[in-house]
């Protein structure tokens, strides 16, 4: 179903592989470890292999989908994300998004909903003077569940004051899919970060773009 733009009243984002380019990094330097008689793609195997480290809850809905255990397997990764520790590392932007959120700015009520610690969020966002931006912050510990639960949708709805069927969530995963669609909002998949089309489109995104700031064309015309 195509975006309903009218129904668009505020924007969520996703952190990493949506703002954060950081992960690409990984798979850069990953990439030269793969030998070609064994891997044909060796980029396709390491974006793979970094999205598990980096965010296994990817992986894990699609295995939950395979068995039929969604409920169980999302309550698996709220866990998980709210417990596991997140290095510190270099952050890197995907390009066009500070100028995408500068045009966004004041046309839109906008808000970060990551399960991300906090620290880690707003060392991020300080990094490229993005904080300011955004009326809400929602981390992985801001709401009881963390993504793919719709609670960090719902709380960021409500500090934005607007209803969660008017919100927009844009990620990278089909965990951000997900906790867009459980909290009612639409969604919008970015294929800049570890989601591939396929599996976003499965899942049951509303709009699939090329990088983040494809949306500001859509949303702005």
Not at 102 to 112: S, T
Not at 114 to 127: H, I, K, P, S, V
Request: charged residues 20%; proline residues 7%.
């Amino acid at each position: 179903m195509p975006l309903q733009l009218s129904r668009i009243h505020a924007l969520c984002f996703d952190v990493d592989g949506t703002l954060s380019d950081t992960d690409d990094l990984y798979m850069q330097k990953l990439v030269p470890f793969l030998p070609r008689f064994l891997f044909r793609d060796p980029a396709h195997t390491a974006r793979r292999i970094v999205m598990w480290v980096e965010a296994p809850g990817n992986t894990l809905l699609g295995l939950a989908d395979t068995l039929g255990i969604d409920d169980e397997m999302a309550a698996f990764i709220s866990w998980l994300y709210r417990n596991r520790p997140y290095p510190a590392k270099k952050f890197l932007l995907v390009p066009g998004v500070d100028e995408m959120l500068k045009c966004l700015y004041g046309h839109f009520p906008m808000a970060v909903v990551t399960a991300r610690d906090e620290y880690g969020t707003m060392c991020f966002l300080d990094q490229f003077g993005l904080t300011g931006y955004f009326n809400a912050i929602i981390t992985g510990l801001s709401a009881p569940y963390t993504k793919p639960y719709p609670d960090p949708i719902l709380l960021a709805a409500k500090k934005m004051d607007v209803a969660p069927e008017h919100c927009l969530m844009i990620g990278d995963t089909t965990v951000d899919i997900r906790a867009g669609r459980s909290a009612g909002a639409q969604t919008a998949g970015v294929l800049c970060g570890f989601g591939e089309e396929y599996e976003l489109k499965k899942m049951g995104a509303d709009a699939i773009f090329d990088a983040t700031p494809s949306l500001l064309n859509v949303l702005l015309g």
